[in-house]
């Protein structure tokens, strides 16, 4: 049976630190994707404005000479069509007069001329700036243009004119979609071997928490068993020594009676840390039976009820019975004894503590502990069910708290397949919500 739950342990275990595992691989594969998404999206931007800045430049420089080339033409009144500035630097220009007549030109490429006309005619071509324009043809293959214009004047700086100048960068563009293809391309095997080597390195990684988990939960399994049997030889051997007629030292006795009251928490405290060890092993054992939850919660009030008078405290059950419930009783039992006896403890003097059964929802039962003690920060309010976590530390040691109260609380809770929930307020009070399903 031991072999079995052992082996039932480890297959939990390894579940665990495997879903870990791949939740580290995820992590790291999402920021390595987006850091390749930057970088691929860098190099696109980088590569478009190197391009798109040096044919600006150079149209720049060329309108200009154009300009004053159509100038002295159209003050000759001789046009020679500049077929060579097309062949040279596949560029076209077109020159309009102040009428709006066509002047001279350098024809565009026939298959996209129609486009420049239509770009020209819109009048959204800048004066001395650069306009990129995306056309679509028949094929849906986008043609893009720079374009620009500049004013033809008389040397007097009369306006005679206008020259439209552009280039087809079509094929430039082309270019750098293919280098951003080949880039994602490459970006993609890098992103893959990444993966593969985080998944292989958050293996090791984890391998190494998972023993690093096994050596820890077995340790604290063998401590708390192994303490368990010389506390008890400490705690006859006090018994004996506080029983014994010939001790008469009132300062003898008073150190006997400290002894015990120590080895009792120290007893308390291996035996909280063994039902944790046990809990996180999955070695502990349900006994699992039908009871009357309301009759527990009135016989635990009954039992509190000592404890409260010390300090003045009304402690109080909401709820009517009986209200029957499949589950293990002794743990259900302590787990409302906890947070009882956690209500009392920080409830001042003459306070109140209200343990109230809240009803059924289909296969749950749902009870409270409310009181209106000192209340929690919202900063610590998420601690609570941490181990050894104390809220006032300097107070819950003289009250004998251990900080393992709430933790073991959860786990029971857990262990019903429920949940615990927490409402607080400083100087206000404290709200325990629990829902148990039937076992």
Same mark, same amino acid.
Request: charged share 25%; glycine share 8%.
């Given at each position: ?108 490429? /026939?298959?996209? /001329? ?64 293919? @280098?951003? =293809? ?7 095997? @890098? ?98 039976? /039908? ?7 009135? =016989? ?7 404890? @409260? ?118 100087? =206000? ?11």
């Amino acid at each position: 049976m031991l072999a079995i739950n052992w082996k039932q342990n480890k297959l939990h275990f390894r579940g665990v630190f495997s879903h870990s595992r791949m939740r580290l691989t995820m992590a790291y594969s999402l920021l390595m994707f987006g850091l390749f998404i930057i970088i691929i999206f860098l190099a696109h931007q980088t590569m478009e404005w190197a391009v798109t800045s040096e044919q600006a430049r150079e149209l720049s420089e060329t309108i200009h000479s154009v300009s004053e080339s159509e100038s002295a033409m159209i003050r000759n009144g001789v046009f020679n069509g500049n077929e060579d500035l097309g062949k040279r630097e596949r560029m076209f220009f077109y020159t309009f007069d102040r009428s709006g007549r066509l002047q001279n030109y350098s024809r565009a490429p /026939e298959r996209i /001329e129609e486009e420049v006309m239509e770009v020209i005619q819109s009048g959204e071509v800048p004066v001395n700036d650069i306009g990129v324009f995306v056309q679509r043809d028949d094929g849906e293959k986008p043609s893009v243009l720079m374009m620009t214009s500049c004013d033809v004047r008389l040397v007097s700086g009369e306006k005679i004119g206008m020259v439209y100048l552009g280039k087809d960068v079509s094929a430039l563009y082309k270019g750098i979609k293919k @280098a951003t =293809q080949f880039y994602g391309g490459i970006s993609f095997l @890098a992103l893959l071997t990444a993966i593969t080597l985080g998944h292989v390195v958050s293996g090791r990684v984890v391998d190494n928490m998972q023993k690093a988990y096994y050596k820890q939960r077995q340790f604290a399994a063998d401590a708390s068993h192994e303490l368990r049997t010389p506390l008890s030889v400490i705690m006859a051997s006090a018994d004996v020594l506080a029983n014994d007629p010939s001790i008469e030292s009132p300062f003898l006795k008073q150190v006997i009676d400290d002894l015990k009251d120590e080895v009792k928490k120290m007893s308390n405290l291996v035996g909280s840390l063994l039902q944790i060890a046990r809990s996180d092993n999955h070695a502990e054992t349900m006994n699992i039976k /039908e009871f009357d939850l309301l009759e527990d919660m009135e =016989q635990l009030v009954r039992k509190m009820q000592p404890l @409260a008078e010390k300090k003045a405290i009304e402690v109080v059950l909401n709820g009517t019975g009986p209200v029957l419930f499949k589950g293990d009783e002794q743990k259900v039992q302590q787990l409302m004894l906890i947070l009882v006896d956690n209500a009392i403890k920080y409830t001042q003097d003459g306070g109140r503590v209200e343990l109230s059964y809240d009803g059924r929802k289909g296969n749950s039962v749902y009870f409270s502990v409310k009181d209106n003690g000192i209340g929690i920060s919202k900063e610590d309010v998420g601690k609570l069910f941490e181990r050894f976590f104390r809220v006032d530390k300097a107070r819950s040691r003289s009250m004998g708290g251990n900080g393992l109260g709430l933790a073991i609380a959860k786990t029971i809770v857990e262990a019903h397949n429920g949940r615990i929930e927490v409402e607080s307020e400083l100087g =206000q009070g404290t709200t325990f919500k629990v829902m148990l399903k039937n076992m």
